[in-house]
């Protein structure tokens, strides 16, 4: 079933500060404190908790968005000589470093192994994330499995959540997100980078609504991940286009229905995969069988997911050109530069690259 997609428009939210009868307007209140990325298990991995709150991004008043690009960067720069990384890649060598030579990485077995620093390789990252108005957590569950069934059935452990939301309009209605967390597993000595990326992108839309960017699934570190198989059958929107090659932006919004939740957020990564190493990131990566070439497939063929900007106006959840700009100057490898066969590319994933 599909209708044609709805047209919309952002609304600026508009804040009136409110007076007693008789007495003077009050000043207009300050926006609330947005909460702080921060690793959970800090006493296990204490020099990246450190360094994480060092190279935090500054929220002062009326930051214009070139003040918000020197602070990313001048951040990166003191992460980079804090951690004394210069190529994001070296983390890589470093974590493939403690797997033995004949054994499959696994994330299971990496996760509770020490760095040199001392830290614990694994730990959950808790971050801000914009998400629309009626979104759903969802606790999220991982294991070292052949088959996402496996976890959604089993729920082993528990690796963090996600948000939900099954409706187009509430995904494109950015005057009414609110500010939330996210959390997830990732490579302690990566923390620090991905906190910046995912800060900075709530950074943007707290000083611009217009480009609160909603993320509502992340993934880091995980050999494979679902939500709960117990859940009721949803129906959720996405995009679906003419065909899965060309540039056509004539989307429709299709009806997507489904035994439970976990049929949309599970995901299996291969031995290779930077996620077994924790320092890969998925970027609203859903599971929408039954559409064309939208956000919810994550490999691409089509000309028009090269439109960042384009896709994003019609549904939110696609990550804008702006996304992929910041996370090129912390040195990632971005869905461009991925590549499946041919010109298949998985528009989710940036991560650290191999060489």
């Not at 935090?56 to 003191?78: G, H, T, V």
């Not at 569950?141 to 099954?166: L, N």
């Not at 896709?311 to 100057?329: E, G």
């Amino acid at each position: 079933m599909s209708v044609k997609i709805p047209g919309w428009s952002l609304i600026p939210a508009l804040f009136l500060g409110l007076c007693l009868a008789g007495a003077a307007p009050a000043p207009a209140a300050a926006p609330p404190t947005p909460p702080q990325p921060q690793i959970l298990e800090a006493s296990l991995a204490p020099r990246s908790a450190k360094i994480l709150r060092q190279v935090a991004l500054d929220y002062k008043p009326q930051m214009s968005p070139a003040d918000r690009e020197r602070d990313l960067l001048k951040k990166i720069a003191l992460a980079k000589r804090l951690l004394d990384v210069r190529r994001l890649v070296e983390l890589r060598k470093e974590a493939q470093s403690l797997i033995q030579p004949s054994q499959e990485v696994s994330w299971e077995a990496l996760r509770n192994r020490r760095l040199p620093n001392g830290d614990r390789v694994g730990v959950t990252l808790s971050a801000p994330v914009w998400v629309p108005s009626r979104d759903q957590k969802l606790q999220t569950y991982c294991a070292f499995e052949k088959k996402w069934q496996t976890v959604a059935q089993t729920t082993p452990r528990k690796s963090g959540y996600v948000w939900f939301d099954p409706s187009m309009a509430d995904i494109n209605n950015k005057s009414r997100y609110r500010a939330e967390t996210i959390q997830f597993e990732v490579n302690s000595k990566f923390a620090p980078f991905v906190a910046l990326l995912l800060e900075y992108i709530f950074r943007e839309g707290y000083y611009d609504p217009a480009k609160r960017v909603p993320l509502m699934t992340v993934r880091g570190g995980e050999d494979t991940f679902a939500v709960s198989a117990w859940t009721a059958p949803v129906t959720a929107e996405c995009l679906s286009f003419p065909d899965s090659e060309g540039d056509s932006l004539a989307a429709t919004v299709a009806l997507c229905q489904y035994n439970d939740l976990s049929e949309i957020f599970h995901g299996h990564h291969a031995p290779g995969s930077n996620h077994r190493l924790g320092l890969a990131l998925d970027l609203n990566d859903f599971n929408y069988p039954g559409v064309v070439d939208g956000v919810p497939n994550p490999i691409s063929r089509s000309i028009r997911q090269y439109n960042r900007d384009a896709m994003y106006k019609l549904d939110a959840r696609q990550m804008p050109a702006w996304v992929y700009r910041a996370a090129k100057w912390q040195g990632l490898r971005l869905p461009q530069e991925w590549t499946y066969v041919g010109y298949n590319t998985d528009w989710e994933h940036v991560d650290v690259g191999t060489k």
